[in-house]
């Protein structure tokens, strides 16, 4: 066997792998792939190392992400948040393009200290990181462009920037270079520069849904058939408990409690109780899961609202266009959801069962004008 290639054993288990998809022609369809040929070759000769920097020097492309999430769904890989790795591809790769040093030394320190270090902090491995990285990179790249003019314009660097260079920089340009906020906040808070001040920008007025039309959408999520099942499930539970989709997404098959008197679900430090027809709703969505054989069927997969890529959940950017489609607002239906339960529950109630902050609940208790505004935490 050629030093570093996957042993027969290995290889034989990732054979059985893809033999036990429910759509066998589907994996004939991929073989065909010089990619994918070429990737099975270099894992059995050794060429590729049976290792996640083996696939990342493999390249990016469907097909090795592909692999990738059916070798870490089955053990034979360790589990890596994805999003948070390409962040740092693009990182690296940002940085190579400038070439300035008075650009780039700031800029590498605060997204090395700040977003990196955050991103790494809060990853989990096996999910995604979609929302954080996404937000990320868009304050990465204004903080860039931002130093950049500052250098060519001003001849300045960070340290010595002005408060008149960020009031130009903001009324020249477009709403998007007020997101270099976080990086005029780090410099405050590194010492690299204490004389620069940046406001948050102010609140835009909150979207709702009245109740009535609110209640007419849970309506038609549980009775209609315009839309699948687990796009129902995801609806009603954001229209019943203002959950957001990054989290209804990622939520465990073991949030659900199922006992022959109720059905409860864990949303936050306790499981809260679901009505009927919800809960029938839900038990049948538990038990008629899709894509669940896109591994083989040889380890369950632990998602209540399980991806295409094995051992993942459903991408958020897909179940919110879903629901968009179907013409659901869904910022507004989460915060007239919200709205609704903290008028009839305290604040500080609805936080511990529903996963929230108390100063999320306590604010939009006092956005509802609702006496449990002045409920005592």
Known sequence: MVDG?????TMATIVTILCGVDRPESILSWKRSPTVRALLTGLAGGDI?????????????????????????????????ERLARFQFWLASKLDTICEPAVRAPVEQFATWHHLHRLRR???PGQTSHGPTHSAKQEVNETIKFLTWLH????????????????????????????????????????INTALRLDAPPARSSRLLTQDQRLAWVKELLTGDMESLPYRVAGTLLLLYAQPLMKIVALPTAAIVITPDETRISLGAEPVPVPE????M????????????????????????PGHRAGKHLDPHTMMMALRTLGINLLAARNSALGNLVAEIPPPVVAHLLGYSHNCTQRHAQLAAQPWSRYVP
């Open 152 to 191: 060519e314009t001003h001849h300045r660097t960070a340290a010595i920037c002005r408060q008149q260079d960020i009031d130009e920089w903001l009324a020249t340009g477009p709403t998007t270079r007020t997101k270099i906020r976080t990086f005029v906040v780090w410099t405050n808070k590194s010492k």
């Open 49 to 81: 190392p049976l290792s996640h920097d083996g696939l990342d020097a493999a390249g990016q492309s469907r097909q090795v992400s592909h692999l990738r999430s059916l070798l870490e769904h089955n053990g034979l890989l360790p589990k890596r948040d």
């Open 122 to 124: 809060n990853s989990q």
């Open 5 to 9: 290639a996957a042993d027969p054993v």
């Open 282 to 305: 839900l038990k049948d969505h538990l038990h008629n899961r899709p894509n669940l054989r896109t591994a083989g069927g040889m380890v369950t997969n632990p998602w209540l609202f």
């Open 277 to 280: 027809p919800f809960a029938d």
